[in-house]
């Protein structure tokens, strides 16, 4: 061999050593949670390689010289993931839903829209979630966008999964639409108008890229529906394509349609008879409840200029949630979390976001049982286990780390993230 060549060969040699020494490090937990199994394991060591877990074990793994992130003090968990969340759209707590889609499609810019989401998905990294399914009311496709954007590095935020335009019958969730108007739907919603636009509509979003179809099998106050041989047009085509459907439903009947058609999961399910409930849990479909804990519901009345202490109905609305809820669980259904929230209360959408966590605490589910539902289980029901929602060799390095005690003082806990990294890249370490 040449000198120059030996030169260039120990060059190569030396930028290699200094590449693979930045991008691998260890972080040492003190606990960390194992969501396949449900459970807290004690002192082991994560070993990030790049962008993914290399390797977990004793605190034996640590090499000499290891560039070491003291975790030992906190819970090392997964990167959460948000079922259900809309970057693209916000509204005020007074404000209508319709009148604001409206407005958000006539009076902001696609542009200034697209800039405002990325804003409010960069607010989930600081949350600890790492991942979400952004379910529509984005625009044509603005969601995808944001993804690549994320993905390629030109913007941060966490891993979207985007269902482009939901997919819905007549005027879609925008009720009271003029029939004049009926051209801005199509901007916001992919109107089905047959069987064969059903499946013509699920070809047209894949060959826009999307992660998952969200279909509404109601669309409430707007009293149209999409009928089960639409819905399993959609899932039919989705499936074949390996893309799975989930369906926004407030009411029973929607729910019992879509889960014959075979949708995936439900969104919300706020009535679900024993019989919907026993159907869904025979086809494995999941349900993401969207509900809201006591605390966001005053203060959203509260911003709204309504007394909550006078709002007599939102007892009710607690217990029938939760009774709800543990009746799914009871079913053998599974709860995949979800926050729906795209209300604004003068808290960022990411913060906002953890609400579900609270609500299904307030509503009776166990910590552990929580945060499966916000990991393992989303991630499985999306057909991702392996690379989010867990922590194992192989899997992304999505990692977060809280400060408590998770299953004697879960929310507090899980409000104190002071660790974020996700693909491998540090976003928040405090962990003074
Ligand atoms: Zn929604």
Not at 55 to 64: R, V
Not at 191 to 203: G, H, L, Q, T, W
Not at 347 to 366: H, N, Q, V
């Amino acid at each position: 061999m040449k000198p120059f060549h030996s030169f260039t060969f120990l060059l190569i040699c030396c930028t290699f050593c200094v590449f693979s020494q930045e991008n691998e490090l260890y972080l040492q937990a003190g606990s960390l949670y194992d969501s396949e199994r449900n459970t807290i394991l004690k002192n082991r060591v994560i070993h990030v390689k790049d962008n993914k877990i290399f390797q977990i074990g004793s605190p034996e793994i640590l090499p000499e010289n290891a560039v070491i992130i003291d975790l030992s003090e906190f819970t090392v968990l997964p990167g959460l993931i948000d079922a259900h969340t809309h970057v693209f759209f916000s509204q005020e707590p007074q404000e209508d839903f319709a009148e604001k889609s409206v407005s958000t499609l006539t009076l902001e810019s696609t542009a200034l829209r697209t800039l405002r989401g990325a804003k409010r998905a960069r607010s989930y990294l600081d949350a600890g979630i790492t991942s979400i399914k952004d379910l529509g009311n984005s625009g044509l496709f603005l969601d995808v966008a944001l993804r690549d954007a994320i993905n390629e590095g030109t913007v941060e935020g966490p891993r979207i999964f985007a269902s482009g335009p939901i997919m819905a019958a007549a005027g879609g969730q925008m009720y009271g639409v003029s029939h004049d108007h009926q051209e801005l739907v199509n901007l916001e919603y992919r109107i089905i108008e047959s069987v064969a636009d059903a499946k013509n509509a699920v070809r047209e979003h894949i060959n826009q890229n999307v992660d998952i179809i969200k279909i509404c099998a109601d669309n409430l106050p707007n009293n149209i529906r999409l009928t089960v041989e639409e819905m399993k047009a959609i899932v039919e085509t989705a499936h074949s394509y390996g893309i799975t459907v989930t369906a926004h439903s407030v009411t029973n009947q929607s729910a019992w349609e879509a889960a014959i058609a075979g949708v995936d999961g439900i969104e919300h399910g706020f009535i679900l008879a024993d019989s919907t409930l026993n159907l869904m849990a025979k086809k494995n479909i999941y349900l993401v409840p969207t509900e809201n804990s006591r605390s966001y519901m005053n203060a959203y009345y509260t911003l709204a200029g309504r007394n909550p202490a006078e709002l007599s109905w939102l007892d009710n609305y607690f217990n029938k949630s939760g009774e709800r809820l543990n009746r799914a669980i009871k079913s053998g259904v599974t709860i995949v979390a979800g926050s729906d929230n795209y209300t604004y209360i003068q808290i960022s959408a990411g913060a906002s976001s953890k609400d579900m966590l609270r609500a299904y605490y307030e509503a009776g589910m166990e910590p552990l049982d929580i945060l499966q539902s916000a990991t393992f289980l989303s991630a499985k029901h999306f057909k991702k286990e392996k690379e989010i929602g867990i922590l194992q060799e192989g899997s992304f390095a999505d990692i977060i780390a809280v400060k408590g005690d998770i299953e004697k003082d879960f929310y507090n806990t899980m409000e104190n993230v002071v660790f974020v990294m996700k693909d491998g890249k540090i976003y928040l370490e405090d962990l003074d």
